[in-house]
């Protein structure tokens, strides 16, 4: 069994080669345009790069990652093994990389830079490794 920091430092990578690869955010038009796990053009934001086209589920959008371990289990089905407690902190990770690399970033000729500083911001909050962008 992966221990949660390692599925952490994992997931923060996958997520920031996600982000620069695709080198925009996933938006969808609904209320206005905001950002979505799955979005136009087959786009993907920082969470939603994770979720496998199994577990998704489009009554996701708008709603904040750290509602899926309750609400879409399928989502992210390894949570079934941890205890309460590191569910949160895994659901709290979440959170904090979709704000910090992707929600409330501009989309400018900068999105990569700021992708980056969103991924040290994260890294450094849950004690994980800087290993991209060096």
Not at 19 to 32: A, D, E, N, Y
Not at 44 to 73: H, T, W
Not at 100 to 121: C, N, Q, T, W
């Amino acid at each position: 069994m992966t221990d949660l920091k390692t599925q952490m430092q994992a997931d923060l990578n996958k997520m920031y080669d996600h982000l620069i690869k695709q080198g925009r955010k996933s938006v969808i038009r609904w209320k206005g345009v905001r950002c979505a796990y799955r979005g136009k053009g087959g786009t993907m934001c920082a969470v939603g790069c994770l979720i496998s086209d199994e577990g998704y589920n489009p009554k996701m959008e708008g709603l904040p990652a750290r509602q899926f371990a309750r609400f879409f289990p399928a989502a992210f089905p390894f949570l079934a093994r941890y205890e309460d407690l590191d569910k949160s902190l895994y659901t709290n990770f979440l959170n904090r990389a979709q704000d910090h690399m992707h929600d409330l970033i501009s989309e400018d000729a900068d999105f990569p830079a700021r992708v980056l500083d969103g991924y040290k911001d994260v890294a450094r909050k849950f004690g994980l490794k800087v290993e991209r962008g060096q």
